[in-house]
């Protein structure tokens, strides 16, 4: 596999975890106001090496890439993650 090749099948693994931190990070913006503890790029990077984690792990315990529970997880994990990360919890 040459470096292009693997440039690539690391950018088209990392996609759908990118889409849907900006989906969430935006989106939760707009829904919860900005009055978030932490700034939007922090959000997003908490969520993205989350994100990428469950991608990981959907790659390690199914042997592929690309399954329908590894993104629903991704949308559950990051999902609940926005929540919190946005003052989901205060009193």
């Known amino acids: 596999m040459s470096p292009i090749d693997l440039i690539g099948h690391l950018a088209n693994f990392a996609l759908p975890a990118l889409f849907v ?4 990070g935006l989106g939760g913006r707009l829904v919860m106001g900005k009055g978030a503890p932490l ?7 908490i969520n993205f090496v989350a994100a990428l984690g469950v991608l990981a792990g959907g790659l390690a315990y199914f042997g592929r890439d690309g399954m329908m529970a590894t993104y629903a997880a991704l949308v559950l ?8 990360l ?3 919890l205060r009193s």
């Open 21 to 24: 931190v900006v989906v969430l």
């Open 39 to 45: 700034a939007l790029w922090k959000q997003m990077a």
């Open 77 to 84: 994990v990051c999902g609940t993650l926005q929540w919190l």
């Open 86 to 88: 946005a003052g989901g």
